[in-house]
């Protein structure tokens, strides 16, 4: 399948009511409340801007990220992000250390100010592509017919 020029799709989180929970992890669409104060988490939360534009500081950088960002806060990370335009749309996906590895884990104990980087359109639609399968199925067996089985 191309991904070429394929849109990115957030059907499945807004079909989810824009938040889905799970054990130990979480993901979201943000579109709005991008304007909070400067916090910390107790877990690790990668975010993907599939739209838009924000500015970002983690652990005192501070920088404007377009359509493609991406950046990995640590736990007590401090970090703020803030929308640049109007059409901002941020996927936040949550989770804790026991999701990882130990050798992610020991990995990213050498960025100890988390990581920033950047997708090409092609890698931010493939990602987008895993993120809506991955929820398809947790949607699907967390659905009244699949709960016995």
Not at 54 to 64: K, S
Not at 93 to 112: A, Q, R, T
Not at 119 to 133: A, F, G, K, Q, V
């Amino acid at each position: 399948m191309s991904t070429e020029n394929k849109p990115v799709n957030i059907v499945e989180i807004k079909r989810a009511g824009g938040v889905l929970k799970g054990n130990g992890f979480s993901i979201a669409l943000h579109t709005d409340g991008l304007a909070g104060k400067i916090h910390i988490h107790d877990c690790y939360e990668l975010e993907l801007l599939v739209e838009g534009s924000v500015n970002i500081r983690l652990n005192g950088r501070q920088i404007e990220e377009k359509k493609g960002a991406f950046w990995l806060s640590l736990p007590n990370n401090l970090h703020h992000i803030t929308k640049a335009s109007e059409d901002a749309q941020i996927v936040s996906i949550k989770f804790e250390d026991s999701f990882l590895s130990n050798k992610v884990y020991n990995m990213l104990g050498m960025y100890p100010n988390g990581i920033m980087g950047t997708l090409p359109e092609r890698e931010l639609n493939i990602c987008m592509d895993m993120i809506d399968r991955i929820l398809d199925t947790y949607i699907s067996v967390n659905s009244e017919l699949c709960k016995n089985v």
